[in-house]
């Protein structure tokens, strides 16, 4: 990649002195490094690219006065730079002087500030554009801000660390910031366009931040965004983990408005949302479930995360296909520059990744791959029964570099469950399973300075497995599918607009739930859906003035539904009243879906901005379950069609951000007002397993959320963390549901309060702690009992008329590093972690099934014959949960 960049002064007196003073300044650059530049009447603009890319040196000159088209031939085998430089420029009457580490080309009697101050009255616009990649991987940063000094005029780099900024002619003083490294200021003269790529360098002074950002950071024109929030490997790394490996899902319980189901739950809450309305996306592709071990893990391992951005409900326009959140993993490229390994060793699991370069800064990989290690559990509370419960995972990644304007990335990822239980009846053995497949291939285009693409296919497959024997391969089996292929555009015209566009068409496939059987008898056979999706959307990004910036665009969705499928119709009491069986790639069911979304920054005062938004969102896939536990990873996943309509949801939102105390403590605000329209509930006594008419159980309705998120934020220091707060409610109104009157959704939990504080003491020893609490889930409890032939009978009232109780924890990980030296290159750290510290019973399952016998243990009542006193019990996950890990890393 070419890098060029200049320092030019604004008067001949300084230009002269410069020159003067370049034989001195010539030196401090190490012209003295050896390269190999082969060249047959190249232009000479083609030789300058390849002696900048080699030698790692930076051009500036005007294409005006330096002839750029100029054939040049030369053969320097393992020359110094300094050779070639001459060779090169000076036989073809081209001068070259060292200024501030450019190396700045002009023709004798060139004078730079008549040449500066005509391009300045001219009003010529020049681009810069390029890549922010670390210096020691390689790897691209995504979200850095790159913008001027003086005017603050900037964008940010993209999800594939690409950016581009369009200014006036003249000398600009650039910045590249971003959280955790060490700033670049660069002075360039915008004589032309430019392609600028610092590598920017990791800063052990603010590696120990909080990277947590909420977009209040400096400049306050990238502060467009409302409702997002973006992590970091670094940020993960610190939060407490319950097996001592941190957990991204998990992760996301610390940001104000999304609440977590509980111990034990990868599955979360966003503004009152569904779990099934939560997008999670790795590098693009879908992942229908996210656990592991029933949601004790996250499917993906935090070693492969490089960045991880999460929008609650206000969605930039080119994320479509849910109601409440959108997260969005990127996983690691793999090291450009040199060979690397690291692990995880623990008593739940282990991973080991390795990463190196392919061909040195021009492709990579990266492989890590995760393994449970709980069979010691198994044995320890099964001792007489042959049970196995595990897990592995795999992450796999290409990065191919192919030239300046075309970059290749493939990603490959597989987890698999399985727990299963011998017996020795006719039935040898038992068990469930459930794994995510998924594979992508994206291709990065840079058109020009100032457009960028990114096309991508991919595949994802989630399926889930109830063994009815596995001995004899017999199995009851769900399934959801996904194939797609889309390309988005980004336009970056100028540096108050920036537009995006782009197109997918995706097809689904989606099974609700067979049974296979190995003999020869016949199982009634659930109907199979056939989906395809076109999504359409534009989008633009608008500065007006130095106060006001948009965001707003248009997202079109077609859905249909095509054979072959037998479709059922049911009257009004949910009855069948006909079925039609639908022919091989027929469309019987189409939806079409506009979705308008804008939002809106404010800049009141310096450090002071309000942002409001408004956002439709539409979805057609729907994910059938109506169980409380927290552990399942069941999912009976059917789309729209004419039993079903679209779920939609409208939100607006208006929030508030500012720093405190000298910018150290960052705080923001929001409230939020949603409405959901076509809300799914159930029947009661719903059946969801192995039901060919499980669409006659759902019941449509409505829901309104809203509620107050607020957080205080310390990212800088020894001492960070935060405290974040949230109050939100959620109620529907269901046809046929609590006698059609309004109640509270399962998910309704109106307090949430989360503290995280971090600790570093800058030698070995780092600390922190995370305290949880959250309102009771709520749930339906009896209003009363009556006694019934010896059986002691509930009297239900309202629907979710009571609360679990309250819900708190405390986590701690302390982290002591074995190398003394931190700069080394073989880092290993052993980390504690104490996941619920005092050992709080939280309950998620209240019953009212049991009785107190003499011993005081709970039963099920076998004596009928006597009315007996009923018992409210309740199941918890787990008291305190220790673990230690060693973690190295090379």
């Known amino acids: 990649m070419s890098i060029a960049g200049h320092t030019y002064v604004k008067s001949i007196v300084l230009s002269i002195a410069v020159l003067l003073l370049s034989t001195v300044f010539i030196y401090s650059q190490d012209l003295s490094r050896k390269i190999t530049i082969e060249a047959d009447n190249a232009p000479l603009e083609d030789v300058i690219r390849e002696i900048e890319e ?54 004798p009697g060139f004078d730079p500030e008549q040449d500066y101050q005509a391009d300045l009255a001219s009003g010529k616009l020049f681009t810069i554009s390029g890549y922010l990649k670390d210096r020691a991987s390689g790897e691209v940063l995504i979200g850095a801000h790159v913008y001027e000094k003086e005017s603050y005029e900037g964008t940010a780099t993209n999800a594939y ?48 931040e909080v990277e947590i950002i909420g977009r209040t950071d400096k400049p306050l024109f990238l502060n467009e965004q409302i409702s997002e929030f973006r992590f970091s490997s670094k940020t993960l790394a610190k939060l407490p983990g319950i097996t001592g490996d941190k957990d991204i899902i998990k992760s996301l319980q610390v940001v104000p408005g999304i609440e977590s189901f509980g111990d034990g739950s990868s599955l979360f809450f966003v503004r009152g949302g569904g779990s099934d309305q939560n997008l999670i996306l790795v590098d693009e592709v879908p992942l229908y479930n996210a656990s592991h071990l029933f949601g ?17 409900g206000d969605f930039p326009v080119k994320y479509g296909g849910r109601l409440s959140s959108v997260v969005d993993i990127k996983t690691k490229d793999g090291n450009m520059k040199r060979f690397g390994f690291g692990g995880n060793i623990g008593p739940y699991t282990s991973t080991l990744s390795v990463e190196g370069p392919i061909i040195r800064d ?88 100032k ?72 199982a ?165 397993l192995y039901n060919p008419l499980i669409e006659g159980e759902i019941r449509p309705g409505e829901a309104w959320s809203y509620g107050l998120e607020m957080m205080f934020h310390k990212p800088f220091g020894r001492l960070t963390g935060w405290i974040g707060y949230t109050y939100s409610r959620i109620f529907a109104k269901t046809p046929g549901v609590n006698n059609g009157s309004p109640y509270r959704a399962f998910q309704d939990r109106p307090h949430n309060l989360t503290i995280f504080i971090a600790y570093d003491t800058k030698k070995r020893w780092s600390f922190s702690a995370n305290w949880i609490l959250l309102s009771g889930a709520a749930i339906t409890t009896p209003v009363g009992f009556y006694d019934y032939n010896g059986y002691v009978v509930p009297i239900y009232g309202e ?80 008291e305190i949960i220790p673990s230690i890990n060693y973690q190295f890393k090379f």
């Open 799 to 878: 629907k979710n008329n009571d609360r679990l109780p309250v819900y708190h924890r405390l986590d701690v990980s302390v982290n002591f590093r074995l190398n003394k030296d931190e700069a080394v290159r073989y880092k290993h750290n052993l980390i504690l972690n104490l996941y619920n510290v005092y050992g709080r019973n939280n309950p998620y399952f209240l019953s009212f099934n049991r009785i107190s016998d003499p011993e005081g243990d709970y039963v099920i009542p076998a004596d009928h014959l006597h009315t007996q006193e009923l018992v409210p019990t309740t199941l918890s996950v787990s």
């Open 54 to 107: 080699k030698g790692g040196v930076y051009f500036s000159y005007s294409p005006q006065t330096i002839p750029i088209s100029l054939p040049v031939s030369i053969n320097a085998q393992d020359k110094s730079i300094k050779y070639i430089l001459k060779k090169v420029f000076r036989k073809n009457g081209i001068k070259y002087d060292l200024v501030e580490n450019h190396i700045v080309l002009r023709k």
């Open 524 to 688: 009634e056979e659930i109907p199979n859906y056939n989906c395809v999706e076109y999504s359409f959307y534009a989008g633009n990004r608008q500065n007006i003035g130095s106060k006001i910036t948009l965001r707003y665009g248009l997202r079109l969705s077609l859905w249909q539904d095509l054979g072959p499928t037998t479709v059922y119709y049911f009257d009004g009491n949910y009855n069948v009243i006909d079925t039609f069986d639908v022919e091989k790639n027929a469309v019987y069911s189409s939806f079409v879906s506009l979705e308008p979304r804008i939002n809106i920054t404010y800049q009141v005062a310096p450090n002071h901005s309000l942002k409001a938004g408004y956002s439709r969102t539409t979805q057609f896939l729907n994910e059938l379950n109506n169980s409380i536990s927290p552990f399942t990873s069941l999912a009976v996943w059917v789309p729209s069609g004419p039993n079903i309509k679209p779920r939609k949801a409208d939100q607006y939102s208006l929030g508030y951000f500012t720093s405190l105390i000298n910018k150290k403590i960052k705080f923001s605000a929001e409230t939020y007002y949603k409405h959901y329209y076509n809300y799914i509930d159930y029947a009661p006594h719903a059946n969801m």
């Open 296 to 312: 004790f893990l996250s499917v993906i391992s935090p070693d492969a995360i490089s960045d991880m951005e999460v929008y609650k």
């Open 161 to 208: 660390g690409f950016y581009s900024l369009t200014l006036p002619a003249g000398v600009h003083q650039m910045v590249f910031s971003f959280i955790g490294y060490e700033a670049v200021e660069m002075t360039v003269l915008l004589d032309r366009d430019k392609k600028l790529s610092p590598e920017m360098k990791e800063s052990l002074m603010t590696m120990k």
């Open 362 to 449: 021009k492709s990579s990989f990266y492989l890590g791959g995760r393994l449970s290690t709980l069979q010691w559990l198994s044995q320890l509370y099964y001792k007489d029964q042959e049970v196995k419960v595990g897990f592995y995972d795999l992450n796999a990644k290409l990065n191919f570099k192919l030239n300046d304007k075309n970059r290749l990335f493939g990603t490959f990822y597989i987890g698999n469950d399985l727990l299963e239980r011998k017996t020795y009846s006719s039935i040898q053995t038992y068990g469930i399973g459930w794994n995510n497949v998924l594979g992508t291939l994206r291709w990065n285009h840079v058109f020009n300075k």
């Open 451 to 522: 457009l960028f693409s990114n096309t991508t296919f991919y595949v994802t497959r989630y399926q889930y497995l109830l063994y009815l024997s596995e001995d004899r391969k017999e199995y009851w089996n769900s399934s959801i599918s996904n194939i797609t292929l889309k390309t988005d555009f980004t336009w970056f015209l100028n540096p108050n607009n920036t537009f995006t566009a782009g197109m997918n068409i995706s097809a689904h496939a989606l099974d609700a739930g067979n049974i296979n059987l190995n003999d020869n008898s016949e």
